[in-house]
């Protein structure tokens, strides 16, 4: 790396956090813990106000609360609307910021764009910048170093160094997964590669995995995310097997999985969150239709004669399948209620994940549409949002007294306070379908209510038809 005139501000222990959310709060905090001063950088005033008066905006770690206050008054951590200036006093910047799908399933860059835009125009020589958001594949090595370069008029790998180490957290344990994961991280050069596994062996007890680049390491998180999703896909088919063949697919699941080879995931009414109905898409966004160019041994090429299949053809099928989910629930329901046209309907759960307050691509979207296509009136319940909250989200919440209405339910999201929930509220209610599993078979039953999972063994039609006749029923599935 050539010399330059450094910054006389600028501290090379000093670490500019850019994105202060539920992930890069936590990381500014453990890396203010092992001895770092951290400048945390956000476009949100409010988030910025908050964490210089020493509180934490993020609930879902219980950690945070009482480590924000301490290290703000310890000097360890600030907060900044400035990212430039924080990135010019930084001997380190760890960026954090999301990337997201629109409506269309297409990428959306703006926000890492603009936020690596004002990285370059602080960006002073000899910095290592470390991008920890997932990314597809290609994007640190290519849109984010040409951005990066042009803004700053310096060269990764010259003048500055440049990694990327995916964030493998999950929301409510992001201390205790950073402790334990493995720290996988890639670099443009083996100079960046060696300062960057320095500065996690600093601040990480967790083992590092180095890449042999930074689209290797990018590809790390969205095949470990894609993988899931289509275990996942894999499981629910199993599930909709098992409805229509009288089998209970939680028993078949944990028999099969006491091999040692078999991981099957547990179905449901979707998949919800930031991660698995998203990075998918992340990878086929790298994906052509029709890959050229291969070696003619590999799956991808065919005899001239015949068409190639497209590439990544499993994750794309996976997330069809886990969207069509909410589509099946509703059929379940329908087919012990009948029409569902103008029935009340409710939604437990609009959180994508059991005990964690955060809505993003959640199943509950899934489901409201699917019912209100067969013509349900459809109201949502959640303990962790307010009323004013569900209506902001597009929910319909349940007033008081709307109970005696309600003829199904269906629980989307896990919470610990259904578990104990009262469903006698709801004395004309024939339903209850467990998306989670989460419920209590017997305390459903007890009310007269069905009790009804996804891959429990269809019997809604089958307990219409004696015993004699089912044969000819299988007969007919098999066709």
């Known amino acids: 790396m050539q010399n330059h005139t450094r910054n006389s501000s600028r501290s090379p222990s000093t670490v500019a956090v850019v994105g202060m959310g539920k992930i890069g709060l936590p990381l500014a905090i453990q890396f203010a813990q092992h001895g770092r001063r951290v400048i945390g950088c956000d ?19 219980p950690e945070l609360a009482v480590a924000v206050a301490s290290a703000v008054a310890s000097g360890a951590l600030s907060a900044t609307l400035n990212t430039t200036e924080a990135v010019r006093q930084a001997g380190i910047v760890v960026v954090i910021v999301p990337v997201v799908i629109d409506a269309n399933h297409e990428v959306n860059f703006q926000a890492i764009d603009a936020a690596t835009t004002a990285i370059g125009e602080g960006l002073q020589p000899g910095t290592l910048v470390i991008y920890e ?5 290609g994007t640190t090595s290519l849109r984010l170093r040409q951005l990066l370069e042009r803004t700053a008029k310096l060269r990764a ?10 964030e493998r957290v999950s929301s409510g344990f992001i201390f205790r997964d950073l402790r334990s994961y493995p720290k996988v991280v890639g670099a443009i050069d083996e100079q960046s590669l060696a300062a960057a596994v320095a500065f996690y062996r600093s601040i990480l007890e967790a083992k590092i995995i180095t890449m042999a680049s930074t689209d290797e ?7 470990e995310t894609t993988y899931r999703d289509v275990n996942i896909a894999l499981a629910n088919e199993f599930a909709c097997f098992a409805d229509a063949y009288e089998l209970n697919v939680v028993a078949a699941i944990a028999a099969a999985n006491t091999q040692p080879y078999s991981h099957i995931h547990m179905p449901g009414v979707g998949v919800g969150g930031h991660c698995i109905p998203v990075y998918p898409h992340f990878l086929l966004a790298g994906a052509p239709l029709r890959p050229a160019g291969r070696d003619k041994s590999g799956p991808y090429e065919s005899q001239e004669s015949l068409p190639e299949p497209p590439m990544l053809m499993l994750p794309r099928t996976a997330r069809r399948i886990n969207d069509a989910m909410a589509g099946y629930a509703v059929s379940r329901i329908e087919a012990i209620v009948g029409s569902l046209e103008r029935q009340p309907v409710l939604i437990l759960g609009v959180a994508y994940r059991g005990d964690v307050r955060e809505s993003a691509f959640t199943s509950a979207r899934l489901l409201q549409g699917a019912l209100r296509d067969h013509g349900a009136t459809v109201y949502a ?18 007033l008081p007294g709307g109970e005696e ?31 989670r599993r989460t419920l209590r078979r017997e305390r459903i039953e007890a009310l007269n209510m069905r009790y009804v999972a996804i891959g429990d063994g269809y019997r809604e039609k089958l307990e219409l038809v004696d015993v004699q006749d089912k044969s000819a029923l299988y007969s007919e599935r098999r066709k």
């Open 43 to 61: 476009v949100n005033p409010q988030v910025v106000a908050m964490l210089n008066s020493g509180q934490s905006h993020v609930q879902e770690e």
């Open 133 to 137: 958001t997932t990314l597809p594949v």
């Open 157 to 166: 790998g010259q003048d500055f160094l440049l990694a990327y180490s995916p």
């Open 217 to 223: 390491a990018e590809f790390v998180k969205l095949i």
């Open 381 to 398: 319940d959640d303990p962790l949002y307010s009323e004013d909250e569900l209506r902001a989200m597009g929910f319909m919440p349940l």
């Open 405 to 435: 209405e309600i003829q199904a339910i269906v629980l989307q999201a896990g919470h610990q306070a259904y578990r104990e929930y009262d469903f006698s509220r709801f004395p004309h209610c024939q339903v209850v379908l467990d998306g």
